[in-house]
C-alpha cells in the first residue's frame, strides 16, 4: 500500500530519486510566454540564459587527458621508427631460425610506417580533443533586445570569459528524437 502512495506521488518519487546525486548542471530556458520569441520587437527587455553547461573540471580533465595523449604515442611512435637501428645487431643471431628471421623482417620492414601511424594517430586524438573543448557550449543567452544571441564556449583551457554575437536570423534550432531508451 505504501509503494503505492509513493508511485503516485511523481514529485515525491523524483525526490527520493535524486537523494545524494549532484545538482543539475544543465539547464535549459522555458519560457512562459511561447510567442515571445516570435514577436522579437521589443519583448526581450534583459539577457536570458537559454542553455547553460557548468561542469569545467569534467570539461577540463577531458581536455588534459586528450592532451596527454601527444606525448604519449610521440614516444611511441618514436620507439617504432628507430627500432630497426636497435635490432640490427641480432641479424646474425637468428638468421639460422627461420622463424624468428621471418619476425625480425616484419619487424624492421613495418617499423618506420608504425612509427608515423603511432605519432599521426597521437597527432589526431589530441587535435580532436582539443577541437571539442574549444567548441563545446558553455552558455547561450539571448541578447537584451532579442536580436542577438551570445556564445561562450569552453575554450583551450576553459577559461573563455568572451560571447560570440550571432544574430538570431542566423540560428535555427533543431531536436532530433533520441531513439536510444
Known amino acids: 500500500m505504501l509503494v503505492n502512495f509513493i508511485l503516485r506521488q511523481p514529485k515525491l518519487l523524483t525526490r527520493l530519486r535524486n537523494v545524494g546525486r549532484s545538482p543539475t548542471i544543465r539547464q535549459y530556458y522555458k519560457p512562459k510566454q511561447k510567442e515571445a520569441f516570435f514577436d522579437v520587437e521589443g519583448v526581450v527587455t534583459k539577457d536570458t540564459v537559454l542553455f547553460r553547461y557548468e561542469d569545467l573540471k569534467k570539461v577540463r580533465m577531458k581536455n588534459f587527458l586528450g592532451m596527454s595523449m601527444l606525448p604519449l604515442w610521440a614516444y611511441l611512435g618514436y620507439f617504432a621508427y628507430t627500432l630497426k637501428k636497435k635490432l640490427e645487431p641480432f641479424r646474425e643471431e637468428v638468421s639460422t631460425n627461420v ?38 557550449v558553455r552558455k547561450l543567452v539571448l541578447r537584451k533586445g532579442g536580436k542577438y544571441v551570445g556564445i561562450q564556449t569552453y575554450g583551450l583551457l576553459g577559461r573563455n570569459e568572451a560571447f560570440l554575437n550571432v544574430p538570431v536570423v542566423h540560428c535555427s534550432g533543431i531536436q532530433h528524437k533520441f531513439y536510444g531508451k
Do not use: H, Q
Open 99 to 136: 622463424r624468428y628471421n621471418f619476425l625480425l623482417d616484419n619487424v624492421t620492414k613495418a617499423g618506420v610506417g608504425v612509427g608515423v601511424g603511432f605519432f599521426l594517430f597521437g597527432v589526431g586524438l589530441t587535435s580532436y580533443w582539443m577541437v571539442r573543448t574549444m567548441n563545446t
